[in-house]
């Protein structure tokens, strides 16, 4: 029988939330996110697009609000205990234990693939992550941009369908910005060299002026 998840406190969750938000704020508002995925000669493409109303939907929050004064409540420390709820099944705890490591995704996703629809309380067309975390994405019609939208405590491969690919690159840039020119993550062996020989990066990617992720280290 699976151990039943300990309820977090108003005041811890309040702490994560916080953290967190901050932290999404710094990496993702209005940024857009390009994993690139390959295996053997098949290479995707999978751009997401941030905004401060998509964090509410990563933190388990059953109290309906508006998501952006949501966010900026929880950057601010300012949560009040009405504003937040927890989900009688567990699932608010759950995507409260994964969010600071989901923050830094960009940095740590290492595989990617099409959701196989294994929980019927998530709606999403990607999952992407590690061995333990995984964010999925949809497509917001209004936007026209994949959006995230869930946070889950697994293994991507088990709520993602086959094939799932490993992610040999990520990148990031504004949202109002035409190309890519930082590189956050590059798997061990990728290099810019060889990243520039695939045909579908040659178009997104800023390669004369890329920054690496040895290079973004403060």
């Known amino acids: 029988m699976q151990k039943r998840m300990r309820r977090k406190s108003f005041e811890e ?11 999404y704020q710094k990496n993702f508002i209005n940024k857009s996110v390009l ?6 000669i098949t290479v995707q493409l999978y751009e997401v ?9 990563l933190t388990g929050n059953t109290k309906s609000m508006s998501s952006k004064q949501f966010f900026n409540l929880a ?5 009040k205990k009405g504003d937040f709820a927890f989900a009688d099944d567990g699932t608010t ?14 940095y740590t996703a290492q595989m990617i ?23 999925g994405f949809k497509k917001d019609e209004i936007a026209n941009c994949n959006i995230p939208c869930t946070a889950l405590k697994t293994d991507v491969r088990s709520v993602a369908r086959d094939p799932v690919l490993p ?19 590059l798997a061990k062996g990728v290099t810019p060299e060889k990243l520039a020989i ?3 990066l040659v178009e997104v990617i800023d390669f004369d002026n890329l920054v690496c992720p040895l290079e973004n280290k403060p």
């Open 13 to 23: 969750a309040k702490e994560i939330l916080r953290v967190a938000a901050r932290e």
């Open 35 to 40: 994993f690139v995925a390959a295996r053997g």
């Open 49 to 57: 697009a941030f905004f401060a109303k998509n964090f509410m939907h």
């Open 75 to 79: 950057k601010n420390g300012s949560l």
């Open 93 to 106: 705890d759950m995507k409260l234990d994964v969010l600071h490591p989901l923050m830094n995704i960009l």
């Open 113 to 135: 693939g099409s959701y196989n629809d294994s929980h019927d309380w998530v709606v999403a067309d990607k999952m992407a992550g590690t061995v333990t975390i995984a964010m």
């Open 167 to 185: 992610i040999i690159a990520i990148f990031r840039k504004e949202r109002n910005k035409k190309l890519y020119s930082e590189a956050t993550r």
């Open 198 to 200: 695939l045909q579908e």
